[in-house]
């Protein structure tokens, strides 16, 4: 089975700075790995998906980016924070091989003050 | 297009069942359920694949009527531990994006 890694597990950071998250897995090749946001006592929101290296594809238009430089790694970046990116990041992982399961990471939860 | 989940929420006594159902306006590839604890990411319950596969997690189960695009779990001789709040995620496509449910609060009180 795999395993998600995912650093920092909190982050305060002040509005327009920058920001990188990152997210790896252990356990499985060729996975789907994905972006999910959380609001505080909302729902989950997916802003990127990538289905292998350096393929990143974007559900909601905003000042975030993200990139996969490695088969196995995933990061989440921003070049200025507004208040409204404040929430709980998870990053989860379809595994390679035919699964339909995805699976969540640990999370990073990050407040823009 | 969002799944709707109802209800909002629902508090149970220990060993009382409950349903909760998922409803999506597109038609599935499957249903994805999980349940997430105060602070904690969501954790992988089961899910439902179109032509019938159906996984159990504890004495939680599910159904799927994909000619009407909807999803029940049910919970069966709730315990403490089955508090939380429940998502459904539907799978509309071949990439895997799910798309959330608002969310189903479940307190069980002793």
């Known amino acids: 089975s795999q395993t998600i890694h995912q650093w920092p597990a909190t982050l305060v950071q002040p509005v327009g700075s920058p920001l990188s998250l990152e997210c790896t897995v252990e356990g499985t090749s060729n996975p789907n790995l994905y972006w999910y946001r959380q609001a505080a006592g909302r729902g989950l929101q997916l802003l990127f998906y990538s289905v292998g290296i350096g393929q990143i594809s974007s559900e909601v238009p905003q000042n975030l980016s993200a990139s996969r430089p490695q088969d196995r790694q995933f990061i989440l970046s921003s070049k200025k924070l507004l208040l409204s990116d404040s929430g709980f990041y998870l990053c989860?992982?379809?595994?390679?091989?035919?699964?339909?399961?995805?699976?969540f990471g640990p999370g990073t939860r990050l407040t823009v003050t | 297009q969002q799944p709707v989940q109802s209800p909002q929420a629902v508090i149970l006594r220990e060993g009382e069942d409950a349903v909760i159902n998922c409803s999506s306006s597109?038609?599935?590839?499957?249903v994805h359920w999980y349940r997430q604890k105060h602070g904690e990411a969501p954790v992988f319950l089961m899910i439902?694949?179109?032509?019938?596969e159906q996984k159990g997690h504890e004495k939680i189960s599910a159904s799927f009527n994909e000619k009407k695009q909807q999803s029940s779990l049910y919970l069966t001789a709730s315990q403490l531990s089955y508090s939380g709040t429940y998502f459904c995620?539907?799978?509309?496509?071949?990439?895997?994006?799910?798309?959330f449910g608002a969310g189903t609060q479940v307190v069980v009180t002793p």
């Open positions: 439902l694949l179109k032509g019938g």
């Open positions: 597109k038609a599935l590839y499957s």
């Open positions: 995620g539907s799978l509309t496509d071949s990439w895997g994006k799910l798309q």
């Open positions: 989860a992982v379809r595994p390679g091989g035919g699964a339909y399961e995805q699976y």
